[in-house]
């Protein structure tokens, strides 16, 4: 079921426009997922299986309250980067994963310069 959840998650994230992923040096186990040079999502694929995404902190306060399987688990600024977890821990649906993997991509593509939304804009048309 994990691995299944990895896949799913990695096909919502390449499906968003402009997502370019790379392998982290350091950690071949986790892909980063930019838009237009900026982090969106880490994708965890080894021992641990989850995904990083940057949420609103008050959706994350509520997400945590209602789901074991959000927590933290990065350097990362602990206000906005939260750890989904796939494993046995993970109870986070499917469907709600897609949702908060487009919610990261939106709030991080909003915070893009004009041009880099224009740039961005051409490449979704």
Do not use: C, N
């Not at 350091?26 to 997922?33: D, E, I, S």
């Not at 509520?62 to 350097?75: C, D, F, M, N, P």
Request: aromatic share 8%; proline share 5%; net charge neutral.
């Amino acid at each position: 079921m994990t691995d299944a959840m990895v896949e799913a998650a990695r096909a919502v994230i390449e499906a968003a426009p402009g997502a370019e992923g790379s392998r982290f040096p350091t950690a071949p186990a986790v892909t980063l997922y930019k838009v237009m040079g900026k982090l969106f999502a880490l994708l965890e694929d080894g021992k641990t299986k989850g995904v990083i995404l940057k949420l609103d902190p008050h959706l994350a306060e509520v997400l945590r309250e209602q789901y074991a399987g959000i927590g933290h688990r990065t350097h990362l600024d602990r206000r906005f980067w939260h750890f989904i977890d796939f494993g046995p821990t993970g109870d986070v649906p499917a469907a709600e994963v897609a949702r908060l993997i487009g919610h990261s991509y939106d709030l991080v593509a909003a915070g893009l310069t004009k041009k880099q939304k224009a740039e961005l804009a051409a490449l979704s048309a």
